[in-house]
């Protein structure tokens, strides 16, 4: 049996092929969705690159709310529809996904992943629950809890991204009145995606009285992380503050034993500013009043693997029966 997996962010497609449940690693390619008019015509090119294989389904992670017809991305402007992507594939078995849903899904096996561990954690449980969240084009989050004797494992997703942002002191209430500006609030997402880095360093450098020198979150998050411009240090301070602050109060809320996961483009780019355990960071994820000593038993990893979504979607359609009997990912050596 041979599927189409495919995560669909708000700036990149990545794609690959399943057979018999095993993600095929040099299948997997990555696209700008800049370069295509609309997503049939990006999953078309794809398939030409691989001389149209025959697939049985397609299971696609939306940077989304998906329903069962599709969903209109939250960051780009398509509307990603059943009939078009059955069109497109040449399948009329197509699924949608959560992109996050997909992530938890593929927290089942961690241990398959590349990780960066963080923190250790001081009481971290293979049976406890698994949260991932990330920045990147946006924000969001879920939550995988594990299987336990006679029960299957269950994944919660949802939209974190559009949460109110927790705002503490009189700095931050100044940035959150820049970020809510024409727009009636701040959510979490406009703080921490990739456009926020960019507005919080516009407001540093506003406030600072100099003038812009970057544009863009890669510029800023570079710079940030080699200690270069001062401006742009502090706004992915402030961004790490605001991070680390959320996924406290996600830590508390499902209490994930089994380990916090971050992922997203804009997460890892400031890696370098989170590894110490003083790093601002992992004292805004540990400030919660009487709780603060509570919070130190979570352990903290980066997911570095490009491919996680991926194999979410390919244990998904192996756990509903729409794939074969082992979705893993597969290592390079084991490919053929």
């Known amino acids: 049996m041979t599927a189409l997996v495919c995560d669909l962010g708000g700036t990149n497609a990545r794609l690959g092929l399943v057979e018999d449940g095993l993600l095929l690693p040099n299948t997997v390619a990555s696209l700008a969705n800049d370069a295509f008019t609309d997503f049939p015509s990006l999953l078309g090119s794809y398939l030409v690159s691989l001389q149209k294989p025959d697939l049985e389904s397609i299971c696609i992670a939306l940077a989304a709310v998906p329903t069962p017809e599709g969903a209109r991305l939250t960051n780009r402007d398509w509307d990603i529809r059943r009939d078009d992507v059955a069109a497109a594939g040449g399948v009329s078995n197509v699924h949608f996904l959560n992109d996050f849903e997909a992530l938890a899904l593929s927290l089942r096996q961690a241990d398959q992943h590349e990780l960066q561990v963080l923190y250790q954690g001081t009481k971290s449980s293979r049976l406890g629950p698994r949260l991932v969240l990330g920045a990147g084009t946006g924000f969001n989050a879920a939550v995988c ?192």
């Open 145 to 336: 809890f594990p299987s336990r004797i006679g029960q299957a494992s269950i994944v919660s997703a949802a939209e974190c991204g559009h949460m109110t942002l927790p705002i503490e002191g009189e700095e931050e209430l100044s940035l959150q009145a820049h970020l809510a500006a024409g727009r009636g609030r701040a959510s979490v997402e406009r703080a921490l995606s990739g456009n926020g880095l960019v507005e919080i360093y516009n407001w540093c450098c506003r406030s600072n009285g100099r003038n812009l020198r970057f544009h863009k979150a890669a510029e800023i998050s570079a710079e940030a992380a080699s200690h270069g411009d001062p401006d742009c240090q502090q706004a992915a301070d402030l961004l790490l503050r605001l991070l680390g602050r959320v996924s406290g109060d996600l830590a508390l809320a499902f209490l994930p034993t089994g380990g916090i996961f971050l992922s997203g483009g804009v997460t890892r780019s400031l890696a370098p500013l989170m590894r110490a355990t003083s790093s601002t960071f992992q004292t805004a994820f540990r400030s919660k009043g009487r709780q603060s000593s509570f919070m130190e038993r979570f352990p903290i990893s980066l997911l570095l693997d490009d491919r996680a979504a991926l194999a979410g979607c390919a244990e998904w359609l192996r756990s509903t029966g729409a794939a074969g009997s082992s979705a893993r990912l597969a290592r390079d050596d084991e490919a053929t």
